[in-house]
């Protein structure tokens, strides 16, 4: 097991930025890849990014893709999301997601480790 906690969430205008960060523990981080969700009232939690265990492959929902930027460093054991050009419809609870394989999945489902979330709310 990998515990995760996040952070970075808040409250910001319509086109600005905020970046969350997500903080693991426990076994080897490197040997997971690493997601990022969101669950807005009353909605289904959605897949937003995530990035393969080594780094390398990134992936995002087309909704934030040129937007939104995943990163992992794996000697410090966290992977980050700096998002940009927010928008109201980017509302919601921000989950950090671990997976133990190479690569990441969109399917909440396949993740077995979840942080709190964080909350992140973008006015009009």
């Known amino acids: 097991q990998v515990q995760l906690v996040e952070s970075g969430g808040g409250l910001v205008q319509a086109g600005g930025s905020l970046r969350l960060s997500c903080a693991a523990s426990?076994?080897?981080?490197?040997?997971?890849?690493m997601g990022w969700f969101r669950q807005a009232p009353g909605k289904e939690r959605e897949f937003v990014a995530a990035?393969?265990?080594?780094?390398?492959?990134?992936y995002y929902a087309d909704s934030v893709k040129g937007r939104f930027t995943i990163s992992r460093d794996n000697a410090e054991n966290t992977v980050d999301l700096q998002m940009n050009s927010l928008k109201p419809e980017d509302t919601g609870v921000y989950y950090c997601?671990?997976?133990?394989?190479?690569?990441?999945?969109?399917?909440?489902?396949?993740?077995?480790?979840w942080g709190q979330g964080t909350q992140v709310t973008v006015s009009s």
């Open positions: 997601a671990a997976r133990e394989a190479r690569f990441p999945n969109t399917t909440p489902y396949e993740y077995d480790n």
């Open positions: 426990g076994r080897t981080f490197s040997t997971y890849a």
């Open positions: 990035v393969s265990r080594s780094g390398y492959n990134t």
